[in-house]
């Protein structure tokens, strides 16, 4: 139903500019908290308040919302789930839908979907690839990843410069420059039939928070990275850039949190 309503308003609305060369498809999923003991579905599961990860009682929303470089994102997909769902239960599924929405709002061109790394799985990117978009996921820090990230060259690292300061979680602190590498990688080896080789983007920012206490110029430079699988077909600092914009969805959850979401029913 989405769907149809979706392609019925972009065949009559300048909805989505751009879409015929570039869009995206951003996934994520959001804890809700309820009050009533009897709420159907209702179970403990993971959300971040305030930078820090709680138990919270509820039900748990997955959405994807599609955007352009030049229009704002709209919803593509919802589901509501028990509370103690997983980011990543039936993300493959709900990725498919995704993009089948996308296209049939007139997405023709190239079509990539960004999520975090709740949904770093060979289920979720093959998923992604069978439906005819690209994909672009944050990795998870396992030992393969960081044998890959230290196999990369030093002198294949190119410094960035943000035109916006971006709020680095872990060193609280603003981040105004980086450096970053891609190199290939193959993922998923773990799972027979199901590994996927594609491009490894990393960002890699000074670890200021482990410097000597007692002020002291540090003796070598201490880094701290963060990893992207993509099979995207842009240029690194173009991928890498467009991929940090997957944070466009948190203001959409927001938003989602003032107005429909609002009404959600909290109590038997």
């Given at each position: 139903m989405n769907r149809l309503l979706l392609a019925e308003l972009a065949r009559r609305a300048p909805l989505l500019p751009g879409k015929d060369t570039l869009a995206f498809i951003d996934i994520d999923s959001q804890q809700k908290r309820v009050y009533g003991h009897k709420k159907q579905g209702a179970a403990f599961g993971h959300t971040k308040i305030q930078g820090k990860s709680l138990l919270v009682r509820g039900l748990n929303a997955l959405a994807a919302a599609i955007s352009t470089p030049l229009g704002a994102p709209v919803i593509a997909a919802t589901?509501?789930?028990?509370?103690?769902?997983?980011s990543s239960r039936g993300a493959a599924s709900f990725a498919t839908e995704a993009v089948h929405t996308a296209r049939a709002t007139g997405c023709t061109g190239t079509l990539v979907v960004r999520a975090d790394s709740a949904f770093y799985s060979a289920a979720f990117t093959s998923a992604v690839r069978a439906a005819g978009a690209f994909f672009s996921v944050t990795v998870q820090m396992n030992p393969h990843v960081q044998a890959a990230i230290a196999a990369i060259p030093e002198d294949a690292w190119r410094p960035i410069q943000y035109p916006r300061a971006i709020w680095d979680d872990q060193l609280r602190r603003w981040v105004s420059n980086a450096e970053v590498a891609e190199a290939r990688y193959t993922a998923f080896t773990s799972k027979k039939g199901k590994a996927i080789t594609a491009r490894l983007i990393v960002?890699?920012?000074?670890?200021?928070?482990?410097?000597a206490a007692d002020g002291q110029d540090e003796l070598f430079t201490l880094w701290r990275y963060h990893a992207v699988f993509t099979d995207s077909p842009f240029m690194l600092l173009q991928a890498e850039a467009q991929h940090r914009d997957h944070a466009i969805v948190e203001q959409v959850l927001a938003d989602w949190t003032s107005g429909p979401l609002a009404h959600l029913p909290y109590v038997d």
């Open positions: 589901r509501l789930r028990g509370g103690n769902a997983a960002r890699r920012v000074k670890d200021l928070n482990r410097q």
